[in-house]
């Protein structure tokens, strides 16, 4: 499938109720890779309507700078999806994030919504992007056919939190019980070209742990974290991009293989291990990221 979309990095993905103008103006300050206005679980009840209205004031009058902007709408099948996307689409965020999406028609649907709005405003066809968060047994199951619904999907978002809720599950620090979930968003995200971006840590105050929870996420090929809090973002941005050691060494192991293919040599020997191009695919993906995030040239 074609991706409209370049890639850009999302390591971050900083969540804030959407009828706080404090938090969204103090998010508009920040370096933050994706800032996400939502609509959804972050508002109370009686909240929803009033944070249409301040999240549209929002995306009109604040400056983001270089962040991008998303708005998180009510899932499909709430009766409010449409109406979250039409009451914010003038403020012309990034894109949308649809959440609880159990089955690849909830994406077309909202991808039809965006294409018709587009096609009223001139806009070129594919504009805006989606993510889709992952986060009941349903959506996991059919995850495949969700991550291949729309070339304007970026991301899928795995919402562990939800799916503890759907499924019964009692969530611990290690996160076994959510793991094979986990992984399935990983791997229909790789396969069909998009980001995986993990769920909150909730423990908002708890730096380290943030930090080592991500550091695992991205062990396991998630690219970014959902964020609840500015004290999440700086162990987030150091978790998902390579240290400068880890780098130095993708750097060596690229080019003793680029020398030894020079030589014709396809598998050689480094520090005591066998390379060959299998082991130089993941160095090269490190430098990509590290290039991404712009700590090399
Ligand atoms: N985005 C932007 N700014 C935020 C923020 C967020 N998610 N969370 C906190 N801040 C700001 C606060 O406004 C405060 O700034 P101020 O003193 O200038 O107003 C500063 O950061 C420190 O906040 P703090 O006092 O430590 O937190 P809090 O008690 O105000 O709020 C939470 C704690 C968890 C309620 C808050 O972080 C939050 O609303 N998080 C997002 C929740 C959400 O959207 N959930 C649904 C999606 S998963
Ligand atoms: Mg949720």
């Known amino acids: 499938m074609i991706r409209t979309h370049p890639y850009r990095v999302r390591r971050a993905c900083l969540y804030m109720p959407g009828d706080s103008m404090r938090k969204i103006s ?31 004031e929002a995306l ?33 965020p990034d894109g949308y994030v649809i959440p609880k999406v159990e089955n690849a028609e909830q994406v077309v649907y909202v991808d039809h919504l965006l294409r018709d709005l587009e096609a009223t ?6 504009t805006l992007t989606l993510h ?18 729309s070339p304007r999907l970026t991301a899928l978002q795995f919402g562990a939190e939800d799916l503890a809720g759907d499924m019964g599950l009692t969530r611990t620090a290690a996160g076994h019980e959510v793991f094979h979930a986990r992984s399935s968003v990983v791997l229909a995200a790789k396969a069909n070209g998009l980001q995986a971006i993990d ?14 929870e991500a550091k695992r996420m991205a062990e396991m090929g998630f690219e970014g974290k959902m964020a609840i809090h500015p004290r ?36 050689f020997v480094l520090d005591g291990k066998m390379i060959d191009p299998a082991i130089v695919k993941p160095a090269e993906q490190v430098l990509a990221k590290a290039r991404a995030a712009g700590k090399i040239g």
């Open 26 to 56: 103090k998010a508009a300050g920040l370096a933050v890779d994706t800032i996400i206005i939502d609509l959804e679980d972050g508002l109370g009840y009686n909240q929803k309507d009033a944070g249409r209205t301040v999240a549209l």
């Open 60 to 92: 009109q009058t604040l400056d983001f700078g270089h962040n991008e902007v998303l708005v998180r709408a009510n899932g499909v099948g709430t009766g409010r999806t449409a109406h979250d996307i039409l009451a914010t689409f003038d403020g012309k």
């Open 121 to 126: 405003a001139a806009m070129p066809l594919g």
């Open 132 to 149: 889709a968060i992952v986060e009941s047994a349903r959506g996991i199951v059919d995850v495949q056919r969700i991550a291949a619904a």
């Open 199 to 212: 769920g909150v840590y909730l423990a908002y105050q708890d730096e380290a742990g943030a930090y080592a």
């Open 232 to 267: 999440q973002l700086d162990p987030f941005h150091r978790a998902f991009t390579p240290s400068d050691d880890e780098i130095a060494a993708a750097q060596r192991l690229v080019e003793a293989h680029e020398a030894h293919q020079q030589a014709g040599v396809g598998a």
